[in-house]
């Protein structure tokens, strides 16, 4: 007896009995031989016979159960080449199903990685920011969904590669997630400027650990400058270009001309003051112009909660423990408890004033000083300049100040 063709075992229109289900074990058959031709080296098959069994296997798959296609895809994804149409399904079928050629797959390229990404889910993406050896623009395309587990699976990749884009757009995400800040200390792609961005929101021990990695020295930029002060100087100080950047690695971190204009003698007479007074907003003003730094760096300084900054500044101008003090008294904070211990934060803060060196503390508080000044929004701008108060509401608390301490400075 011959075996019925296809069109045949199909059920006639009309029929009075039921056709027996099929045991498909012709369909499990055919998947797993023609996974195996797709399989099959390239000395027994040509990329066009790959190319066209894949599509083959591509029609069959569609109508699959999601068991049949787990295994073709477990079989093909050890192979070094597989057909573009098969691998597109696949990555975007279930996580389960797509995680076996995510994690073992490597004839995938970045092109089929970032069509995944872009295509399937966030459990797909979480599953790509685990693969091995992820390249620059695979990792910056997971990183613009901004999904926290996503980026922290890809932060946890050490065979990962971050671009210095993608760095900079995981330090903006890490202020609104701050187990991202420990994560992001860990890479080697991280740079002094992103560090010293990240400071502002990071908690105590990221801010330390910052601060022992990149508080760098200035030295050999001092060193291989040294002459260029005297042309800049004989020139008048014309080239404001020049004058900026040799402000940046001078020495002298006190701004002396200040001191003319001033009514204090010096900076510590001006911290002296504020610890009797109160630090109010002329005297937290002029500290900030004695210490050679913008009203708008101090006030952010001033203003933050941990407190480290202010022991940055300190040493960067050469103030005493005295005078750090001083100023902490000067802002009201608690230098003891309750029980008469020393206050945490009070104790975090002197740490940070002993272990920084003052041309590393100089390093930190002259980014700060040109990325803050440099970071004034035209609508921040447009605030200072009208004394806007309705707008209050939209601003910080240290922006805030800023706009007080340069409403009626702004403009000279």
Known sequence: MTEAAPDQALDAEGASSPTPQPTMRARHALLKRLADVVSLPASRVNAFERSVTG?????MLRLAAPAERKRVAARL???AELPNSLARMLLRDEPEIAGLLIE?????????????ARDATVEHRFLLASRRGLSEVVTETLIAFGEDAVIEALLRNV???LSQNGIEQVVALSRRNANLCSLLLRRSELRPSGAYVMFWWC???????????????????????????????AEGWADPVARKALQFIERRQRNRAAIAKSPYTSLEHAISDAAEGGLKREVASEIAYLAGIKPLTGAKIMGDIGGEPLAILCK???????DLQNLWRSMRRPESTADGRQHPDWERVCITYEMLAVDRAQTVLRYWNWSLSSA?????????????????????????????ALAENFGR
Do not use: H, W
């Open 55 to 59: 599509d083959l296997l591509v029609e």
């Open 159 to 161: 065979t990962a590669r």
């Open 104 to 116: 073992q797959c490597a004839s995938l390229n970045d092109a089929d990685l970032i069509a995944c």
């Open 77 to 79: 994804a050890p192979l």
């Open 203 to 233: 908690g105590g021990e990221d801010r330390k650990t910052i601060l022992q990695r990149f508080a760098v020295s200035r030295e050999v930029m001092q060193e291989m400058v040294e002459d260029v002060f005297a042309m800049a100087a």
């Open 376 to 404: 004034l929004t035209p609508a921040l701008l447009q605030a200072i300049r009208d004394g806007d108060g309705d707008l209050e509401g939209e601003y910080s608390a240290p922006e805030r100040a800023a706009m007080m």
């Open 316 to 322: 960067a101008t050469g103030l005493s423990r005295l």
